[in-house]
Each structure stands twice: as structure tokens, then as C-alpha cells.
């Protein structure tokens, strides 16, 4: 359909009923439009250019955000013609809005200049929602560019889009919410990236340089808090997004995120090498790409999983963020999830096993009290079961349930998790094994392919342990020794 100054407002909200929570909340003037009889009288003679005069709204910026809603619910195509009614200026529908943007982020890609590229996304897109932002990076990836590539982008087209994006502040939220969680995190990030920038600043010389080694090994271990708000956002937003259709950002924002981890790596070890000069680089770095990383969470991530989130994906965001925990915060208690969710509630029967019979909940216990992080991915590649032991290796929540498990890894080792898959699918290997070390500790991880009895394949079992304590043994203990 075609937007104009001259759209009726009560045949807008008639075919959109969504529209009426639009209009009231942009301007107080609109609360009449709540009357049913407000509606069909007024509401069938004012256009929107009346509405405009009558909100104090800006015309073309109504029009532009009344498309915007349109097509986000419903997909519609929605020509808009300028309010100056110049043939030559017609603006178009919200699918050719990111096909523009999409055009101008491939530009930066192949060479152009932001000031090349600023005058004209001003003058042709004017106010960028977040959630356009989400369906250009979608494109970017459908027609086949990496997140890689998306990735290399990002700094430039969120220099791009800061000025655009403003307007999609998120409105003060309660604390307790799991937004507000994150904001408040981001408070203390920024407060301690600025105070490890401070404290690499007088540290130009060797001397200086030991002399301040300490703090700055300090500052960094204090921020190093930040990587439990990764894994919120890893584990609990970003299989959401997914289940709306925003598969590319998360994996965008998950190739920042271990950009960031690997310059804690890196800062560590040239700080035991005592490498002045790399040290202050890659700390410098550091503080930056978590700077930058809080610009793009408030100014993008945020408004964009606002405004598509339902109460129902903000419960399961708070009930799975417990399990995670915090960084530095301890969230308030204003805001509460959505009442009605579905408890689960152990089943009384028993589960016939090879060998005796064990009820559901103890056979949950059981694998609770395993030293062992079990995950099982059933046969479609879909996560199925994780196990809450007290002390995880990995970090889990409730929202990777049902999740692909290629959407669980970071994508720099997808290849390798489905390479495995494969494989045992295929009947061509049974396990899969890896270690490493994490800050001292060092990890063991397995992969299992489960096969029934006739070899099927019902999916693959991962157990990561923590064998720090176990290589360390030596010598016999035969006798109980509980101090």
C-alpha cells in the first residue's frame, strides 16, 4: 500500500490494530484514539499529516516509523511518498530500507570512506531502527559474506548508524530486569576500562613500566568480570534472537566477544614476558574493544532485543541469567517475569534401565552429583539435555534447550563440532577427544557417539572435566582421608 500526508488514521489502525498502541505511546495527543467512537468519527477524516500537527510529530519522521511498524509486523510492502509529494523522492518499502543499507556497508567493505557513505545514509535513511541493523547483517550472511567479513565491518557502520540509532534509546527499565542487569554491568565495564587506560598511561618507560605492573594486572583481572556478561548474552539472549529469525548478529557479536577473550589471553602472557611495549598495545586494545563493545550492546543489541522480545522470551531470560550469575552486580528485585510459566514437576514413575529400575528425579540427581559437565545432542543436532552440576566447566542456561548446537560454539570452532557430527553419524568414529588449559586449569573434553543396540545413531554425548586435581596425583591413598 502507498503511506501518504493524506492516510486516513482510522483506516491505518482498522487494517493494523498494532498501530493504536504505536500512536498512543509517540504523543499524549494520541490517548483519544484509545475511544472506539474517537476512531470512527475523527480517526476516519484526519490524515496523517493532521496527526502530525495535531502530536507535534515531525510528518516525514511519522510516516518513515509508521512504515517501519508495518513491516515488522507484518512484512507488508509500504510505498511511502515524501510528504513534499516530488515524484522524484519517493521513498520505498521497509525490505528496500536494509536492501539500501545492506548497499552501503558492502561499499565500506570495498573501500569507501565513512564520509563518503554519511551525507548519503542521512539523506536516504534518516532513522535506522536496531532491528534494521539485525536484518541487514541476516542479508549480508545469506548472500554469503562470513561474519567474519560482518565483523570487520562493525566499528565503521556503528560509527555510521550512531547518529541514527539515538533515537532508539531504551526507556529506564526496573531494576531486576534482565536488561537493566546488563546496563548496570556496563556502568562498572566502562568505569574500569577507563581506569585501565589510566593505568597504563604513565607507564611509557621499563621503569614506570614495573613500577605500574601490578595495578595493571590488577585492573586487568577486575575486568576480566566482564567475560560472565558475554556468557549471559551468548546463552541467554542470543538463542532468542535466533528463534525470531536474527541468526547473524548473535554470531557477529559472539566473533567480537572472542576478540576480546583473546586479548585477555594475549595481555596475560606479555605481561609475564614483561613486554613493555606489546603489553601497552594489547592493553590499550583491550580497554577499547570493551568500550566499543558497550556502545554497540546500548546503542544496538539492546533496543533491538527490546523491541522484539516478549514477556515470555524476557522470563526465560531471567530464569536461565541466574544460572550464569552476574558480573560485579547483584541485580534488584523491582522487576519480576511474567506469572504462568510452566514448572516442571518430577514424574512419579519408574524408567526401566539395563540393569534395575530408577525414577526420573533420582536418575537427575545422579547426574547432578557426576564430577563430570555433561551435554547431550540428539540426532537432529538439536541440544537435548545439559546437566546442572554445582561447579559447570562451561557455562549452560535453559535457552540453549532445542538450540542447533553449531548455534552454541563460537564460530572460529563450528567446523570442527560439525566435522565431529558428521563423522558420527556416518559411523566413521565413536569418540572425539580434546584438553586444554584455562587460566590454570586444565580441561579434558570428550566427545561420545550414543547408538542403540542395533547402532543407530541417537546422538552425541560431550563430558568436559575439570582434571586439574587428578594429573596432580601421585603416590596411593588407600585409606579415607576426609581433611
Known amino acids: 500500500m502507498e503511506l501518504s500526508k493524506k492516510t486516513k488514521i482510522g483506516g491505518l489502525i482498522k487494517e493494523y490494530p498494532f498501530l493504536l498502541d504505536y500512536f498512543v505511546d509517540k504523543s499524549p495527543k494520541f490517548s483519544k484514539l484509545k475511544n472506539p467512537i474517537m476512531r470512527k468519527t475523527i480517526g476516519s477524516i484526519a490524515?496523517?499529516?493532521?496527526a502530525s500537527g495535531m502530536g507535534n510529530v515531525d510528518l516525514g519522521e511519522l510516516l518513515l516509523e509508521v512504515a517501519t511498524q508495518i513491516y515488522h509486523h507484518t512484512s507488508d510492502d509500504i510505498t511511502i511518498i515524501n510528504p513534499n509529494e516530488s515524484p522524484q523522492v519517493a521513498s520505498s518499502s521497509g525490505e528496500d530500507r536494509v536492501e539500501v543499507l545492506k548497499n552501503i556497508v558492502m561499499r565500506l567493505h570495498n573501500g569507501a570512506s565513512i564520509d563518503e557513505v554519511r551525507k548519503e545514509f542521512l539523506t536516504l535513511l534518516h532513522n535506522v531502527s536496531p532491528a534494521e541493523i539485525g536484518q541487514m547483517e541476516q542479508k549480508l550472511v545469506a548472500e554469503g559474506i562470513p561474519e567474519t567479513e560482518i565483523k570487520k565491518l562493525c566499528d565503521l557502520h556503528v560509527e555510521l548508524f550512531e547518529n541514527s540509532v539515538a533515537q532508539s534509546a531504551l526507556p529506564e527499565l526496573p531494576a531486576g530486569h534482565?536488561?537493566?542487569?546488563?546496563?548496570?554491568?556496563?556502568?562498572?565495564?566502562?568505569?574500569?576500562g577507563k581506569a585501565l587506560l589510566e593505568a597504563i598511561k604513565g607507564a611509557k618507560d621499563p621503569l614506570e613500566f614495573f613500577a605500574a605492573k601490578s595495578g595493571i594486572i590488577a585492573e586487568i583481572e577486575s575486568l576480566a568480570e566482564i567475560i560472565r556478561h558475554y556468557e549471559r548474552k551468548e546463552n541467554q539472549l542470543f538463542p532468542i534472537m535466533e528463534n525470531h529469525g536474527l541468526t547473524a548478529p548473535p554470531q557477529v557479536m559472539w566473533e567480537l566477544h572472542d576478540d576480546i577473550r583473546a586479548l585477555f589471553k594475549?595481555?596475560?602472557?606479555?605481561?609475564?614476558?614483561?613486554?613493555?611495549?606489546?603489553?601497552?598495545?594489547?592493553?590499550?586494545?583491550l580497554a577499547v574493544a570493551i568500550c566499543d563493545m558497550i556502545h554497540k550492546e546500548e546503542n544496538i543489541l539492546f533496543p533491538m532485543v527490546f523491541e522484539i522480545f516478549s514477556d515470555e522470551d524476557w522470563a526465560q531470560v531471567y530464569e536461565g541469567e541466574i544460572e550464569i550469575g552476574y558480573a560485579w552486580i547483584t541485580p534488584g528485585t523491582d522487576w519480576k517475569p511474567v506469572e504462568g510459566a510452566a514448572i516442571q514437576t518430577p514424574q512419579l514413575g519408574e524408567i526401566s534401565l539395563d540393569r534395575g529400575e530408577l525414577e526420573p528425579h533420582v536418575i537427575n540427581a545422579i547426574l547432578k552429583s557426576l564430577p563430570v559437565d555433561l551435554s547431550f545432542v540428539n540426532a537432529n543436532n538439536k541440544v537435548a539435555y545439559f546437566s546442572q552440576t554445582e561447579e559447570r566447566v562451561f557455562p549452560r542456561s535453559a535457552g540453549i534447550i532445542g538450540r542447533?548446537?553449531?548455534?552454541?560454539?563460537?564460530?572460529?570452532?563450528?567446523?570442527?563440532?560439525?566435522?565431529?557430527?558428521?563423522?558420527f553419524k556416518a559411523g566413521e568414529?565413536?569418540?572425539?577427544?580434546?584438553?586444554?588449559?584455562l587460566s590454570g586449569v586444565f580441561i579434558h573434553i570428550r566427545y561420545y557417539a550414543v547408538r542403540d543396540k542395533d547402532g543407530t545413531y541417537l546422538g552425541c554425548l560431550e563430558a568436559s572435566q575439570d582434571v586439574t586435581g587428578i594429573r596432580a596425583l601421585t603416590g596411593e591413598q588407600r585409606l579415607l582421608n576426609w581433611e
Not at 429 to 437: C, G, H, K, Y
Open 429 to 437: 568414529r565413536d569418540v572425539a577427544e580434546f584438553w586444554l588449559e
Open 47 to 50: 490524515t496523517l499529516e493532521q
Open 178 to 192: 534482565p536488561l537493566h542487569s546488563f546496563q548496570e554491568e556496563n556502568k562498572v565495564a566502562d568505569e574500569k
Open 266 to 285: 594475549k595481555a596475560r602472557t606479555e605481561l609475564a614476558q614483561d613486554d613493555l611495549n606489546s603489553t601497552l598495545d594489547t592493553v590499550h586494545n
Open 404 to 423: 542447533d548446537v553449531s548455534k552454541c560454539h563460537p564460530p572460529k570452532s563450528v567446523y570442527m563440532v560439525e566435522n565431529i557430527l558428521k563423522a
